[in-house]
């Protein structure tokens, strides 16, 4: 299905969820740009699943994990998103946000030219707290599984620095940090350590410069 600035492509028994991927589409972009202040560069593709498994099956699956982390929900690989079906609405509109989140990162700190730039060892890493809890942080709210997963962090002892958080929380303190920095400074001040930090080469300056906060 053709979209604005989106084509939305589905496999034998998908077209119902496509549809609605497809009238969705337009107001997640919207959305994800708005807290970036910045629009996505170029065409996206999505590619819906009727489950996830079927993306394992396919060419695509069968190579992501060595291309990129493909772990968990969030679906991207390149600049094809991928969304699944067999559960709720709210879900499939996560994933696909999430999705968009991690693809227009990813060109604010590399360029237009991202996906060779991802593929040079020279090239700038950012912790996954930092890249993943922004993707979290734009495609769901603060609601209870969100705070249910920083409350379980903390009886862990995950609540510590950043830069020591494991894998598996990462999504989530990072989600807390970027809420944070929203809540206190502005909405604003997400996009502009973004931008301080994609000039700094530097994630810690980012935060410096657009909020004044030092990281420890």
Not at 5 to 10: P, Q
Not at 109 to 121: I, V
Request: charged share 15%.
């Amino acid at each position: 299905f053709p979209a604005p600035r989106a084509e939305v492509y589905y496999y034998q028994g998908g077209k119902p969820l496509a549809s609605r991927v497809t009238a969705a589409i337009p107001g997640w972009m919207d959305e994800v740009e708005k807290v970036f202040d910045r629009r996505i560069e170029g065409g996206i593709q999505v590619l819906v699943f009727n489950k996830q498994s079927e993306f394992r099956q396919s060419n695509i699956g069968a190579s992501a994990d060595t291309e990129t982390n493909i772990g968990g929900t969030a679906m991207l690989v390149g600049s094809k998103l991928f969304a699944f079906g067999q559960q709720e609405w709210s879900d499939v509109e996560q994933q696909v946000k999430s999705g968009l989140a991690q693809l227009l990162f990813n060109q604010i700190m590399y360029g237009g030219n991202f996906q060779d730039a991802l593929r040079n060892t020279t090239a700038t890493s950012f912790p996954d707290w930092f890249s993943e809890g922004l993707a979290s942080y734009v495609s769901q709210p603060w609601n209870a599984e969100v705070a249910m997963q920083i409350s379980d962090a903390a009886r862990n002892s995950q609540v510590t620095l950043a830069h020591q958080v494991s894998a598996e929380w990462a999504p989530w303190i990072g989600h807390a940090v970027w809420k944070y920095i929203s809540d206190i400074f502005g909405p604003m001040a997400v996009s502009n350590t973004l931008y301080m930090t994609r000039v700094s080469r530097s994630f810690e300056k980012g935060f410096q410069y657009a909020t004044g906060m030092t990281l420890i």
